[in-house]
């Protein structure tokens, strides 16, 4: 697999800006696999994500599943999974890449780990041949995650897929 180029972060003074450690996405290994099942959001945000575990076993079983570890300098602190139909053994013309799953383990929120992942997420998106979209989809309840998507510019395209917004992010220009 390939691993997303690192840029330093950027330190600004407002709060809840870039992390202050080195955020990195890293393969899953027999090692961490384990480690990986075991981070947990907060209870509240439990209905909002499904367990690693499972998202691991979804990704047994399909080809477009590309999934990474989330490290803050060498500790794990996430995981995050896309839908990236352009790994298909026959992709279709206008692939599209969706954010599956996205959990940053509950003592480690509010930092700026997922920013800065999302930031890497859209460097890879970018970096796969003609990408027509990238999307998300949320629960929208309180205490969602609909909020920190939005902020990072995310907008609804007028969807709903099974109860959840989707939301697609504008390639074309902008972060």
């Known amino acids: 697999g390939r691993e997303l180029l690192h840029h330093p972060p950027i330190h600004h ?19 961490t696999v384990r480690a990986v099942i075991k981070l947990s959001v ?3 945000q439990q209905g909002f994500v499904a367990p690693n575990a499972v998202s691991l076993s979804q990704a047994l079983f399909s ?13 794990l602190v996430g995981f995050v999974m896309l839908a990236d139909e352009s790994l298909k053994a026959q992709p279709p013309a206008q692939p599209k890449i969706g954010l599956w799953r996205l959990m940053i383990d509950a003592q480690h929120q509010r930092m700026g780990i997922g920013r800065e992942v999302m930031r890497q997420v859209v460097a890879y998106v970018r970096s ?3 990408i027509a979209d990238f999307y998300t989809s949320y629960v929208p309840q309180p205490g969602g995650p609909g909020p920190f998507y939005l902020g990072l510019g995310f907008e609804p395209n007028g969807e709903i897929d099974d109860g959840e917004i989707v939301l697609v992010y504008p390639l074309r220009g902008g972060a």
């Not at 590309?66 to 300098?73: L, S």
């Open 128 to 130: 796969r041949p003609g």
């Open 42 to 44: 907060r209870p509240e």
């Open 13 to 31: 003074t407002r709060a809840a800006a870039e992390p202050l450690m080195h955020v990195t996405l890293r393969e899953i290994t027999s090692d």
């Open 63 to 75: 080809d477009e599943a590309w999934y990474r570890a989330i490290y803050a300098d060498d500790e």
